[in-house]
């Protein structure tokens, strides 16, 4: 991480981050570059925000941009993600994956590989927004906690008198649900560090652990909150935009190093990446896309467990009942799938906050090693996407919290200065 903790921290994102010369006079050499290899093994975890990596291989779109080899394969849990993109297709492991959108920066940096060495790893596509859910169990139903967390303080302080552990669980340290499990909490002036235990627990493990008493309260992807309301075991406080409106959520990764030596074939996974996208937006595919998703091949849940939150029908198991949510999970909508460097920007940011990345990170410069946006563009000219549908700019500009706490990209420091309850 030397490397990255030098020089100025505190510049704009889009110093020395700007778009890459010469993207717009491609378009030709785009369609015509054929790819090096067609053989790719990528992860992916059961959650309900796999789908685009899921229907480019189960539509055949890998295939149709020439990448007729590519592997999809079942991960047990983000930490076998992260060992699997360390060992690489060639030691056993995969080439790329669905990933949670901090974890190539944590591999680029060194801070989670079993060796402590970097092993770079570039986000090509931002796979969704939205979609995740904090689930607490029935108990608190009789505080009714929900956007607002501080409801919960009375048992907590009671479980805390009484020398009970209160234990939260989320899916990998510095991850996006450990961030907004975190959020969540400190927002109502309940210290993620202080005042609970946070535990790591698979997504697919959560309610199983739910139903065990293991925890009070976990934050996790769809369809593990849903089934948790279905199971009648608990129920969902908050889907998580309602926290941050169309937040950034998982993110398409390939190792650099693959990237490098097959160009032509990461635009083309990240062109299937972004047709599949678009698929799963569309209303009309609803239907097949449950379908395919919950089959035995893939996640292997019940349908009912994935279609109701995918069409944005929320029923939060404590009387509340949402219908066609904005919150909903968005592939495509609202430039879902571009991977904004100042999203990286805030998770890193959050990061610094809890004290899992030093204040001195240049994050300047470890965006611009890990985030290939420019991949993107090209391959959003080779999946035929309009010019009208590609962002102008690597920056969505400030964003706005549910607890009225805004996110500069400009300025990252005022934003941690701001909030109360930090490591940093």
Not at 88 to 105: E, R, V
Not at 122 to 148: K, M
Not at 185 to 196: F, K, R, T
Not at 285 to 299: F, H, P, Q
Request: proline letters at 6%; one cysteine or more.
């Amino acid at each position: 991480m030397a490397d990255f903790v030098q020089g100025t921290t505190r510049r704009t994102l889009l110093q020395g981050a700007g778009l890459i010369a010469g993207v717009a006079a491609l378009p030709g050499a785009a369609r015509a570059a054929t790819p090096e290899t067609p053989t790719a093994k990528l992860g992916y975890i059961a959650l309900t925000d796999s789908a685009p990596v899921i229907i480019a291989k189960a539509k055949g779109l890998f295939a149709k941009y020439g990448m007729t080899d590519v592997s999809v394969i079942k991960q047990a849990s983000w930490g076998g993600v992260r060992d699997n993109l360390e060992l690489g297709s060639g030691g056993g492991g995969i080439d790329g994956a669905h990933i949670l959108s901090p974890m190539p920066y944590f591999m680029t940096l060194g801070t989670i590989t079993k060796s402590r060495a970097p092993v770079p790893v570039s986000i090509l596509a931002r796979l969704n927004t939205n979609g995740q859910g904090i689930s607490v169990e029935a108990e608190y139903l009789n505080v009714r906690a929900d956007l607002g967390a501080a409801k919960m303080k009375p048992i907590i302080a009671k479980r805390k008198a009484a020398g009970t552990k209160i234990v939260m669980a989320m899916t990998f340290p510095g991850g996006t649900h450990d961030l907004w499990l975190r959020y969540w909490l400190a927002a109502s002036g309940i210290n993620p560090d202080a005042d609970v235990e946070l535990i790591t627990i698979p997504p697919p493990q959560m309610v199983a652990n739910m139903k065990a008493k293991t925890m009070e309260a976990f934050c996790v992807g769809e369809p593990w909150n849903d089934q948790l309301v279905a199971q009648k075991i608990g129920y969902t406080a908050v889907s998580t935009g309602q926290l941050w409106m169309d937040h950034p959520e998982k993110a398409f990764a390939m190792r650099s190093d693959w990237i490098a030596a097959h160009p032509n074939a990461a635009r083309a996974l990240t062109a299937a990446i972004i047709e599949a996208q678009i698929w799963c937006d569309n209303p009309a595919n609803l239907a097949e896309m449950v379908a395919i998703l919950s089959s035995r091949d893939w996640l292997k849940v019940p349908a009912t467990d994935i279609q109701d939150r995918l069409a944005g029908n929320f029923t939060m198991g404590d009387g509340r009942v949402f219908t066609n949510a904005p919150f909903k999970m968005k592939f495509w909508a609202n430039h879902a799938s571009y991977p904004y460097r100042s999203h990286d920007l805030w998770f890193l940011t959050e990061n610094q906050r809890w004290g899992k990345l030093p204040a001195a990170l240049n994050t300047t410069k470890a965006i611009a090693a890990v985030n290939r946006e420019d991949i993107w563009r090209q391959a959003a000219v080779l999946a035929r996407v309009p010019a009208g549908a590609v962002p102008k700019s690597t920056s969505r500009g400030i964003e706005k919290f549910f607890d009225g706490r805004v996110f500069d990209p400009a300025k990252p420091a005022a934003y941690l200065a701001s909030l109360s309850i930090r490591k940093a």
